[in-house]
C-alpha cells in the first residue's frame, strides 16, 4: 500500500492543489491531506480547518481513498513533528513508506521540517517528492498570474469573479464566495 502525504495551509485551496491531489488520488492508494491550521483568522488564514475541509470535500465528497485532517500549528517545530508522527502512528503504523509530496524541496516549510527532523520518524520512511511550481500560471488579462492563495485571497478581497473562476475548481467556488461572503 501506498500513502501519499501532502502538508499545507490550503487558505483558500485552488486548482494547483487540486491537481496535485488528484494526481496523487491517481498514483497512490491512499491520500491523506494534512491541513496547517493555525485556528485564528487573519490575512493569510482567513479560514478554519472546517471550512477548507468542507470547501474540499465539495470537489471529493465519497472519495474513500482521501483523508482530510487537522495538524495544529505549533511555534515549536519538534511538538509540530510530534503531531504529524501521532497521526501516522495512530492510523498507519503498520505502513513503512510515505510519499510526502513538496512544492519545492527549498521553499517548502513542511518539507524542509520533516527533513530537519526525520530521524523522529523511527517507524516510517519518507519519499521525497517535488512538484515545481514552475508552471503553475493562468492567463489572465494579458497576464501571466501565479496560482497561490495569495492570489486567489486577493481575488476574492477584490471582489474579482472572473480571476477567482480561473483560480478555484468550479465545485467549490460558491461555497467559497459563501464563506467569503460575496
Known sequence: MTLWLFIGRLNPPHIWHISIIDKALSENDRVIVLIWSKNIIDEQNPLKFNEIKEILLLKYKGNKNLEILELRDDRSDLIWIYNIYKILFEKWKWLRDINLYAWDFKNDSAYNIIKKYENHFNNFSFNYIEQSRENSFVNYNWQKIAISA??????????????????????????IKIIFKL
Open 150 to 175: 495569495t492570489n486567489l485571497r486577493q481575488a476574492l478581497r477584490n471582489k474579482d469573479y472572473d480571476l477567482v473562476h480561473k483560480l478555484c475548481d468550479e465545485k467549490m467556488i460558491e461555497k
